[in-house]
């Protein structure tokens, strides 16, 4: 594995293990289950946190993510450190949990929103429980063969917004799944840890499937020797959205 591939590769990997190790457990009580349906003009997410999962986030210096981040990048490169390595990742990793975690308690307390004791909460099954998330993965997994077939050859389909869509979509929609599965099992065990991050993420997993979508049409318009794989990878991912929008 080399190249592009094999950035998208460590960077998902690394971004599904600190979400797994982490899973922030906060509890937005009586939160009606209507938000599964809210109106965009009601919309009650923060746009800030699609900066956590978003390809191509805002940005912005006043962003509880994007802010940091670049605060983190800077710190790094006045110690002639690489920002971009697993070291200075892993570093910051701690820092900018604290951070969205305070930002978030925040926002839910400016909601009006009480917070559950977050070390009263179970912790969820281990990936391996759930049938669906193994099907996810798999399929990302058979993604990232594509990939690697693909960068031996220096197909320029890496290089496309497709391309990169598809390789970081697909990262994130396991890492994803398995959040929502997650939220489920704690509703499912009569938790109420879930009802917020429920709906937040099945908006998000739209969001990533809509996207994937879109990806692998536009990868399966072009002529190359994939152009087949896409396709079928594509009708794959369908079949699994049946499934996800059942969690």
Known sequence: MGGIVQVFYVWGKLWYNWGKATH???????????????????????????????????????????????KDRQK?????????????????????????????KADARAKGFDITNIDDIAEPPEPAFFPLYLEVNLWRDDVYKLAEDSDLTSSAWLYSEAGEDLLWYANTLAAKTYRQ??????????????????????????????ILNQALAELGKMETEFKNKFKLAQLHLNILVEKIEKI
Request: hydrophobic content about 35%.
């Open 181 to 210: 599965l997650c939220n489920r099992w704690h509703l499912d065990n009569g938790d109420d840890y879930g009802d917020y991050d429920y709906a937040y993420t099945g908006y998000a997993i739209k969001e990533c499937l809509k």
């Open 76 to 104: 790094h490169i006045e110690k002639g450190e690489d920002p971009d390595s697993i070291k200075a990742v892993m570093e910051d990793v701690g820092g900018n949990l604290r951070e969205a975690l305070a930002a978030i």
């Open 24 to 70: 922030l457990r906060v509890v937005f009580q009586k939160m009606p289950k209507k938000i599964l349906k809210v109106k965009k003009s009601k919309w009650p997410f923060p746009k800030w946190q699609d900066c956590a999962w978003r390809r191509q986030a805002c940005g912005k210096d006043s962003c509880p993510i994007c802010g940091r981040i670049k």
